[in-house]
């Protein structure tokens, strides 16, 4: 049966990817709704090609991307196609609601909160690329969604739900998440402090965006995922453990209580998780490449160094603290970012600052069960970021 899909963040890496799995199998998926961010030209050119009903976007021209589309989608052969379009800050949530059957949700940062309900409470089948939506919005996210409503598309958490089908709950020892280590693995703190911004982009074996890339440097990103394989699976901060594996190979793994392990392999591609996103519990054939075993490989595993990168212990405090701290430690983390590829900070300000932040944030105060409570945090985490770093609040 074909499955409609909604994409959210339809021009960024993962919409990107997205369409590809659409593209080559299109006896399974059409294309219900687009949602981009401020590349209006890319949007239309996949409005033209996918043809979807409705297409949305969060800033920009309406006129200009209507007519835009009308172009691509005459060049295209498709003189009729006429959508209809969606400017404006809500616009991704217009199209998360639009009651796709999968609702891909690849938009990066917090501004995928209100995205991520609208998906759920339309009743569609989530397919998370938005970790930082599940983050912040824990207790939210969880009252709104069904059983098996969301599906991961995070790689780890993606190979995380795959093992898990390989035994009851009550056989699961730990999580195991693996993480490449960045660019600067194995560097001591002292010598992180003079890294570019340039540097901290070169990752080794994943191309992602400027924020997620920079977040696996620093281990934010990794972080982040402890908190959503707690919210996701169930398990408790001191049954979640984090190794480094350079290869990029063996994307997480789960230890059973007899001692067996099942790890989940792929070359580094987000292809596959986002195939199974979209056609879970069923896998979608030649999604992306298999491991060569005809080749002679060797992976390696490594502990976390928490002194170079104190991110992920940070991150299990946050998690442990619950409510509105984890909404603290995303936003800060993302002005920091922002601040050190505009050379305002150096490196290890970013999670120092983050840090700061976080001992300094009351979560009593604010209302964490409501998505105004939830982005207040936001908002307070940015301000005092900036007022910390002396940048104009």
Same mark, same amino acid.
């Given at each position: 049966m074909t499955r409609s899909v909604a994409l959210l963040g339809s021009t960024g890496s993962i919409g990107t990817q997205g369409l590809d799995i659409i593209g080559r199998n299109p006896e399974?998926?059409?294309?219900?709704?687009?949602?981009?961010? /401020?590349?209006?030209?890319? @949007?239309?050119?996949?409005?033209?090609?996918?043809?979807?009903?409705?297409?949305?976007?969060?800033?920009? +021209?309406?006129?200009? @991307?209507?007519?835009? =589309?009308?172009?691509?989608?005459?060049?295209?052969?498709h003189p009729g196609y006429a959508p209809e379009v969606v400017v404006g800050e809500d616009a991704a949530s217009v199209a998360a609601g639009c009651r796709a059957d999968v609702v891909l949700n690849g938009i990066t940062g917090a501004i995928g909160l209100r995205p991520t309900l609208a998906a759920l409470a339309a009743g569609s089948t989530l397919a998370l690329a938005n970790k930082e939506s599940l983050i912040i919005g824990g207790p939210l996210v /969880? /009252?709104?969604?069904? *059983?098996?409503? =969301?599906?991961?598309?995070?790689?780890?958490h993606s190979a995380l739900a795959q093992c898990l089908r390989g035994g009851t709950a009550p056989e699961v020892r730990r999580l195991v998440l693996?993480?490449?280590?960045?660019p600067f693995r194995g560097r001591s703190r002292a010598s992180l402090a003079a890294v570019t911004p340039a540097q901290a982009l070169a990752h080794p074996t994943w191309d992602m965006g400027r924020v997620v890339t920079t977040n696996s440097a620093t281990l934010v990103n990794k972080?982040?995922?402890?908190?959503?394989?707690?919210l996701l699976f169930g398990i408790p901060f001191e049954r979640i453990e984090v190794v480094v594996h350079p290869q990029s190979v063996v994307h997480s793994m789960v230890e059973f209580v007899d001692g067996s392990t099942l790890a989940q392999c792929s070359p580094p591609?987000?292809? =596959?998780?986002?195939?199974?996103?979209?056609a879970w519990p069923?896998?979608?054939? +030649?999604?992306? *490449?298999?491991?060569?075993?005809?080749?002679?490989?060797?992976?390696?595993?490594?502990?976390l160094d928490n002194e170079a990168f104190p991110a992920v212990a940070l991150a299990r405090r946050v998690g442990a603290a619950g409510g509105t701290y984890p909404a603290v430690y995303n936003a800060a983390n993302e002005v920091c970012v922002d601040a050190f590829h505009e050379g305002r900070i150096a490196f290890l300000d970013i999670v120092d600052t983050v840090e700061r932040v976080v001992e300094g944030h009351n979560g009593m105060h604010l209302n964490a069960l409501s998505v105004e409570g939830v982005l207040a945090a936001d908002d307070w985490a940015r301000r005092e970021a900036r007022r910390i770093l002396g940048l104009t609040v």
């Open positions: 399974r998926f059409t294309v219900a709704a687009l949602a981009g961010g /401020a590349n209006l030209d890319l @949007l239309a050119r996949q409005a033209a090609e996918h043809r979807p009903p409705l297409v949305a976007l969060a800033t920009g +021209d309406r006129q200009r @991307l209507t007519e835009a =589309i009308r172009e691509y989608a005459v060049a295209g052969g /969880a /009252a709104a969604a069904g *059983p098996d409503q =969301i599906v991961p598309v995070d790689s780890e693996t993480a490449s280590g960045g972080g982040l995922e402890v908190i959503e394989a707690h591609t987000m292809l =596959i998780p986002i195939a199974l996103g979209l069923e896998r979608v054939a +030649d999604a992306g *490449p298999a491991c060569d075993w005809t080749t002679a490989a060797t992976w390696e595993f490594f502990p």
